[in-house]
């Protein structure tokens, strides 16, 4: 299975790269988690004929600003949009006019399914549950080719991420801070917390994306991470947009 991360930033773009979204591709489906501007790429990657689904974590915008790129693919097998009960009212209320084109108007059919916190099969196992934020934000775990990959941004520290987390082939989340520093106010995850959630649920690999844009200036700034924490937690992958792992 493929991983390919083709926003990496959290909340605005920058050099450094687009706002958050990932690409996994399956043997019979293309997963897509959120919808921040680098979803714009997924077509460089996909041959848009199996069926895509998109899970959004939540709805700040830079998760979902690029829901209005949507009418520049041709998903064959559809589109299944899945988020938190409440999404399809939220959604519908952006991806309108005056603001960008419906959904009804896309040139391929798309489904939007509100999942209630647990397990699901979709046909694939999803489990989901709510991070801490200071809005309403899922994290998922997905198992699909005797894989699992679990997604958790944006959040604090908090139980739910390691339960999803658990065991998991690769554990993909936030790091929105640098090391040593805390916002308690505005919950977010510096390196060594998204270490200590991968080590307790003994993930196999665990994937950084959502740099905060003003704290992560540089893709250096990036790299040092990778450096200072790599010995602690072998497994670790600082990511870059367009950066591929296989799993
Ligand atoms: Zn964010
Ligand atoms: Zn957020």
């Known amino acids: ?14 050099l450094t790269g687009n706002t958050c979204s990932a690409l996994v591709q399956a043997a019979d489906y293309d997963f897509i988690l959120d919808a921040g501007n ?38 064959k097998e559809g589109l299944t949009i899945i988020g938190q009960p409440g999404i399809a009212a939220a959604l519908n209320g952006i991806v309108c006019e005056p603001y960008t084109i419906p ?38 775990r997905i ?21 999803l987390a658990r065991e998991a082939d690769l554990l993909i989340t936030e790091c929105s801070l640098k090391p040593g520093e805390t916002s308690p106010d505005w919950p977010h995850l510096n390196p060594e917390d998204a270490i ?6 003994h993930a196999q690999r665990l994937a950084l994306m959502h740099f905060g844009a003003e704290v992560y200036r540089t893709l250096d700034d990036r790299r040092d991470v990778q450096e200072r924490f790599l010995q602690s937690y072998p497994g670790l992958v600082v990511t870059f947009d367009d950066m591929s792992l296989e799993i």
Request: aromatic share 12%.
């Open 1 to 14: 299975m493929k991983v390919t991360f083709l926003g990496t930033n959290g909340w605005y773009d920058t």
């Open 143 to 163: 198992e699909t080719d005797g894989k699992v990959i679990t997604y958790c941004t944006d959040t604090g520290v908090c139980e739910n991420a390691i339960t």
């Open 196 to 201: 200590r959630i991968a080590q307790k649920a």
């Open 38 to 75: 680098g979803i714009a790429k997924a077509d460089r990657y996909i041959t848009q004929d199996k069926p895509v689904y998109l899970f959004l974590s939540h709805l700040h915008l830079d998760h979902i600003a690029g829901l209005h790129t949507l009418v520049k693919f041709r998903f």
């Open 103 to 140: 959904f009804s108007d896309l040139p391929y059919d798309v489904t939007i399914t509100e999942l209630a916190e647990g397990r699901h099969t979709l046909p694939f196992a999803v489990e989901c549950l709510p991070l801490v934020h200071p809005v309403p934000c899922y994290g998922y």
